[in-house]
């Protein structure tokens, strides 16, 4: 059976395309999920090609029922599928519609997000200058943070008192982007943000993002350890028998002290740009590029012992991490050296009195994620 409601969402959790569930969300649309692994570079098998060529998410196809040909409408591009999926459930009222006076504001904020803010915030973390001023897409860096500023000052919401499509769109793009650091923490966008992300639907759409990702790891794992048990039985006869109990395959995780466990969950939610992919109220767990990084609130835990030890986290840019860091709250504990070949080492305290190390060094590949955000 088709229904011109029947969606298909092309995902990756925490991508650009957890704008789009969340609004799916916000909207009680009934839709499927094609989950892509975009380190995996699923996005660019040719099957995926056919529906978006440049290879990026979101995407959505419309109109094809479980059993019919995949001949549905295709929408790519965040704003295209948010007026789409938006005028699709006018019934949620989300969209101002034709008529309506706030429709020609809405159609504005959603562009200004494509064509003005992510143009600007791309050179920005690319650390570019805009084009001349008459070229550039956008103008400089300034006036747009100043325009959204002057928006967001004037109500709750863009259009505002009014919560729309818009701020999913927008709620979702901030919060990266003042996670990453790239725009000024004002207060004005740090409660916007939480406005937006506190939202059930948006919260629904975090937690559907945090089960993929654990059940992925978890996939990962199991190939692992099947991998290895085989590596293992191919070694064994080759080589004589040894135990495999004193190998050691690698870290795994970097466990934290944090009595304060509701605070340290956020304070390194808001470090990692990432919600928990394990949260109980006995542990807390991150999944950073598949290693772990544990929050633990037990005062009984005994620590690193006498000699201590400093766990390093990668990071391409050891400065802005490390400012960052000291930004959210950290204190200095070992200032940021450069130790040779080019190697940027350092650490601070966290809130919580742990050492936390980060290191920038470009001989070390790792087999894990040193690819940047997506
Ligand atoms: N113009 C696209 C940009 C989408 C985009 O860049 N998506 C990223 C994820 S955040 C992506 O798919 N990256 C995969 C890749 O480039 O390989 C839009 O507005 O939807």
Redesign the pocket.
């Known amino acids: 059976m088709r229904s011109a409601r029947d969606v298909t969402l092309f995902h990756?959790p925490q991508?650009?395309?957890t704008g789009a569930l969340a609004l799916l969300e916000e909207l009680g649309a009934d839709y499927r999920l094609q989950v892509l692994d975009?380190q995996a570079?699923q996005?660019?098998e040719p099957a995926y090609l056919a529906i978006n060529p440049l290879?990026?998410?979101?995407a959505i196809r419309v109109g094809t029922g479980p059993d019919g040909p995949a001949d549905g409408a295709v929408v790519?591009?965040?704003?295209a599928i948010f007026i789409y999926l938006a005028d699709l459930y006018p019934e949620a009222g989300l969209a101002p519609q034709p008529g309506d006076p706030l429709r020609g504001p809405y159609l504005r904020w959603m562009s200004f997000y494509?064509s003005c803010f992510?143009p600007a915030i791309v050179d920005r973390a690319m650390k570019r200058d805009p084009a001349a001023y008459s070229t550039s897409p956008y103008g400089d860096f300034d006036a747009v943070i100043g325009v959204i500023t002057a928006q967001l000052a004037r109500g709750p919401y863009f259009l505002g008192e009014r919560f729309t499509a818009v701020d999913v769109l927008w709620g979702q793009g901030l919060g990266w982007i003042l996670r990453f650091g790239l725009v000024p923490r004002s207060d004005l966008f740090v409660a916007y943000v939480e406005r937006i992300r506190s939202r059930p639907a948006v919260v629904r759409a975090a937690a559907k993002d945090a089960a993929l990702l654990a059940a992925r790891a978890a996939a990962a794992d199991a190939r692992a350890a099947a991998g290895g048990a085989a590596r293992a039985a191919a070694a064994e006869s080759a080589a004589p028998p040894r135990s495999p109990a004193g190998r050691f395959l690698g870290l795994r995780t970097a466990k934290y002290r944090a009595p304060d466990l509701a605070r340290a969950k956020a304070w390194y939610s808001e470090v990692l740009g990432q919600p928990p992919y394990f949260d109980e109220p006995f542990y807390v767990g991150f999944d950073v590029g598949g290693f772990e990084l544990g929050l633990d609130p037990d005062p009984a835990d005994p620590g690193e012992g006498p000699g201590g030890v400093t766990v390093y986290w990668g990071v391409a840019d050891a400065d802005a991490a490390y400012g960052r860091l000291l930004a959210l709250g950290a204190r200095e504990h070992a200032a940021l050296q450069d130790v040779g070949e080019g190697i940027r080492i350092g650490a601070v305290l966290d809130p919580f009195g742990n050492v936390f190390g980060v290191v920038q060094n470009p001989n070390f590949k790792m087999r894990s994620s040193e690819a940047g955000p997506?």
């Open positions: 990756s991508s650009r395309s975009l570079r996005q660019r290879g990026k998410v979101p790519t591009e965040q704003v494509g992510e997506s």
